[in-house]
């Protein structure tokens, strides 16, 4: 690498002793500490927000095996933004660190409250919805949580919450032949019954057994299935083994029995909870945003990249192509590519040796012909809207072109709404030969990376997951 780009990246001791990382965050005090992780307070420079920094030491997640998990959280943060999911900013690293600079969420865990008793049932409520409509959202990006408790919930100065920790998620290229997940993940007393019988399931439905816990919990003040001897735990959630307090109210008691139903195939879906007249109460579903537009950046960034990795961005780049994505294309220590795109579909993001105009001129041609009207949001943004109803609304696609090099350009779709499914399809049956004469190549046609194992291999932290 360059040194003088190695220089830009690394962290900077300014005058009065503050470290600035990047030229863009102040970091300040140690929030947290994990295993291989340390968590700090930070501030945007320029606009003065409040951020929580994540600094991972690449030698020891590559030491421990779980560079792919690391990659699989980013690829899984970009896709579920939610107003009650923690945002993921941006991503940067040099050779030896991986930084999450992630939304700072000030109220502290769920956990807390809860470990002081139990809580007033609007106030349950107001959580339960929350978080059924996040994991709706993210199970609609064909993201699976697998690890939902009270400490992976978070609330923000306004008392809303936000689901953090996606280090165990699944997404839909873990799945094997049979379609569903294997790997053993999650914390014991949250976790469904057809995850521990080691024969597959499906993720989406596991979710929900655990939001069906962390409901009892919140009403309770305590868990619904516990013993000292983890294998008697495991013996009464089998057995559905539990009692509700004097306390609950019938409607609560009806819900909760719906979701902590050992037959997954018979547990409540999301769409039936939503209908529920308990759950509906004083519920207001949030707009979720897509993939968000972040700043570009600042002059003196753009000056220092170009002197030191010779790449040119066009004015209107994306943003989630930053800094990071350039320089990393030149050291082999820590390729982004692989971080964001191999575990995508493939038809989502290609090359194209031609003009940034040509191509904008050939997408505005291919969305016209599948009736699709077309909004020209700059010279190297297009947004798509199909005109059918969908099962979410009507399909929003938005597509941006980003030069990398002289003669070479990135363009990536993402949806802005509608169904996943019915994006993923739009993406590989219509929008891929439709494109050919234009496409280099399709990203992921030639990598052997995604295998569709569900593999964490076996080192999750043992204080907080099951082995395998």
Not at 175 to 181: E, I, K
Not at 185 to 198: M, N
Not at 291 to 301: F, N, V
């Amino acid at each position: 690498m360059d040194e003088k780009v190695e220089q830009f990246l690394l962290p900077q001791q300014s005058s009065d002793t503050r470290s600035i990382l990047f030229g863009k965050y102040e970091m300040g005090r140690l929030l947290g500490q994990g295993t291989f992780a340390k968590v700090y307070y930070g501030k945007q420079l320029s606009s003065g927000e409040s951020v929580a920094i994540k600094v991972i030491s690449k030698d020891q997640v590559k030491k421990e095996g779980l560079m792919e998990q690391i990659k699989r959280e980013i690829s899984v943060m970009r896709l579920v933004r939610h107003p009650n999911v923690v945002e993921l900013k941006e991503v940067m690293a040099t050779k030896a660190k991986i930084f999450f600079v992630m939304e700072y969420v000030r109220g502290g865990e769920l956990f807390a409250k809860v470990a002081k008793g139990k809580l007033k049932e609007d106030l349950a409520r107001k959580y339960f919805q929350q978080l059924i409509s996040a994991i709706d959202f993210c199970h609609s990006r064909g993201v699976s949580h697998r690890d939902l408790k009270p400490e992976n919930l978070l609330l923000d100065e306004n008392e809303d919450l936000k689901i953090s920790d996606f280090g165990l998620s699944a997404l839909p290229v873990q799945l094997l032949n049979d379609g569903l997940l294997h790997t053993q993940c999650g914390t014991p007393a949250y976790v469904a019954p057809e995850v521990l019988r080691k024969k597959g399931y499906d993720g989406a439905k596991a979710d929900l057994w655990s939001c069906g816990v962390i409901l009892f919990v919140l009403l309770a003040g305590f868990l619904p299935f516990q013993d000292e001897n983890i294998m008697k735990m495991y013996r009464k959630v089998f057995k559905m083994d539990f009692e509700f307090p004097p306390w609950f109210s019938s409607e609560s008691k009806r819900l909760i029995s719906k979701l902590l139903v050992a037959d997954p195939e018979k547990r409540i879906t999301i769409p039936a909870i939503m209908r529920v007249p308990w759950f509906t109460k004083g519920f207001t579903r949030p707009i979720a945003f897509s993939i968000e537009d972040h700043p570009l950046p600042d002059k003196t960034e753009e000056e220092d990249l170009k002197a030191g990795s010779g790449l040119e961005r066009s004015k209107s780049s994306p943003p989630n192509f930053n800094a990071f994505d350039l320089i990393s294309s030149m050291s082999s220590g820590f390729d982004l590519s692989s971080l964001f795109l191999s575990k995508r579909k493939a038809a989502s993001i290609f090359s194209s040796k031609s003009s940034v105009s040509t191509i904008m001129a050939k997408l505005e041609l291919v969305a016209k012909g599948l009736r699709f009207s077309v909004v020209k949001m700059n010279e190297s943004k297009v947004r798509m809207q199909g005109t059918a109803e969908g099962r979410k609304g009507k399909l929003s696609v938005t597509a941006e072109v980003f030069k990398v090099a002289p003669e070479l350009a990135i363009v990536e779709f993402s949806k802005s709404a509608g169904d996943t499914l019915e994006y993923a399809k739009f993406c590989e049956e219509d929008v891929r030969p439709a494109l050919k004469d234009i496409v280099w190549t399709w990203q992921g046609d030639n990598d052997g990376n995604g295998n569709g194992n569900d593999n964490d291999n076996g080192n999750a932290d043992a204080n907080n997951h099951l082995k395998s």
